[in-house]
């Protein structure tokens, strides 16, 4: 079959044999969705070689568990070791043995059929599409943020980054009824946000890179006047840029004991001065994966409108162009299909 594999520190469309576990399901993969962790892994993120993506929709054409066969279905990415606690819990995400589609010890979603364990799927339901199923992991990740800290109708709230994950966060807070303000850089993806009735500023393209302090300041200001606060005082902020300048802004928005939640994973570190995170009492959180069943839930209710977010649909074959399309600044979810 063909497969998107990243190997040789090279992106490449590759011939592989199709993916048969002991004991777990085979998917044909109909939908996959490209996810910025997908690009950071093919510059070297997470050390993973093998074939890319986590986010996809597809048909089961085997499984132990013969009432999955010929259904439709999404899948939760991790796969736990089955043993541990974590996993009698049902909650693979830490599972230290776990492997993970796509991007820890297990071929990925952007081939025409890819491997999981009959309880990592979910049947998607009829009346959600399969544009619409393929965000069910990002959904999910958006929504962890709600699981993690809990925002009330009467919290301040800014997300920095106006990109896919940016996006999908501020549909997902703005459901909280908080005062919700989206910071970005691009006017189309602000113009989508605010056509889904989320506020928003925007910044110049060099103000979210990493900045000196004078520069901050210059950027705190002008958040501030624009949302009209008169000082740093959003309770949370939820940053999702993808670059390592997010958080240096992030600190420069939070109130003294509130709260940033750190969504962006990128290769590379980042030099922080922590002193900020001491004496204002700042809390750090960090937050991955979220539960699929009310990401599903959500789009089968309509709550979140995801189809805006696509960009385009590539074929599987032309997957090597699919991620330079991806990388391009600017571009929403680009997706393939088989
Ligand atoms: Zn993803
Ligand atoms: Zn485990």
């Known amino acids: 079959m063909k497969a998107l594999r990243f190997e040789d520190n090279k992106l490449k469309l590759a011939d592989v044999a199709v993916p048969r576990r002991e004991g777990e399901?085979?998917?044909?993969m109909t939908?996959?969705?490209?996810?910025n962790t997908d690009v950071e892994i093919a510059r070297g993120y997470a050390d993973f070689r093998g074939t890319l993506g986590h986010e996809f929709v597809g048909v089961v054409e085997e499984s132990p568990?013969?009432?999955?066969?010929?259904r439709r279905v999404v899948g939760e990415i991790n796969a736990g070791c089955g043993q541990c606690d974590l996993c009698r819990r049902n909650d693979p995400r830490h599972c230290p043995d776990r492997t993970a589609l796509g991007i820890r010890g297990r071929d990925g979603a952007f081939a025409e059929y890819l491997s999981l364990p009959p309880r990592n799927l979910l049947i998607?339901?009829?009346?959600?599409?399969?544009?619409?199923?393929?965000?069910?992991?990002?959904?999910?990740?958006?929504?962890?943020?709600?699981?993690?800290?809990?925002i009330r109708a009467s919290h301040h709230v800014a997300v920095v980054g106006d990109g896919k994950l940016g996006q999908l966060i501020s549909r997902v807070v703005?459901?909280?009824?908080?005062?919700?303000?989206?910071?970005?850089?691009?006017?189309?993806?602000?113009?989508?946000?605010?056509?889904?009735?989320?506020?928003?500023?925007?910044?110049g393209a060099a103000e979210i890179a990493p900045c000196s302090e004078d520069f901050s300041r210059h950027v705190t200001t002008k958040v501030f006047t624009t949302v009209t606060t008169k000082e740093p005082r959003f309770d949370f902020v939820v940053e999702a840029s993808g670059s390592s300048g997010g958080i240096?802004?992030?600190?420069?928005?939070?109130?003294?004991?509130?709260?940033?939640?750190?969504?962006?994973?990128?290769?590379?570190?980042?030099?922080?001065?922590?002193?900020?995170?001491?004496?204002?009492?700042?809390?750090?959180?960090?937050?991955r994966c979220g539960r699929f069943e009310t990401a599903l839930r959500l789009l089968e209710s309509g709550g979140v409108d995801v189809e805006p977010l696509v960009a385009r649909e590539y074929r599987l074959a032309d997957g090597v162009e699919a991620m330079a399309e991806a990388q391009r600044p600017g571009t929403l979810k680009v997706l393939l299909t088989n």
């Not at 939908?31 to 996810?35: D, E, N, P, Q, V």
């Not at 568990?65 to 010929?70: F, M």
């Not at 989508?192 to 910044?203: N, P, Q, W």
Request: glycine share 8%.
């Open 25 to 28: 399901a085979l998917v044909r």
């Open 31 to 35: 939908t996959a969705g490209i996810c």
């Open 65 to 70: 568990d013969r009432s999955q066969i010929g």
């Open 124 to 150: 998607a339901p009829d009346s959600v599409s399969d544009r619409q199923a393929v965000f069910t992991e990002p959904l999910a990740a958006a929504l962890e943020i709600l699981d993690q800290v809990e």
């Open 174 to 203: 703005a459901r909280t009824g908080c005062d919700l303000t989206l910071i970005g850089k691009h006017d189309a993806k602000l113009e989508l946000a605010e056509r889904a009735g989320i506020k928003t500023v925007k910044l």
């Open 248 to 287: 240096e802004l992030a600190l420069d928005l939070i109130r003294p004991r509130g709260a940033i939640i750190l969504k962006s994973t990128f290769r590379g570190a980042v030099q922080l001065d922590t002193s900020r995170i001491v004496v204002n009492e700042i809390s750090v959180i960090g937050s």
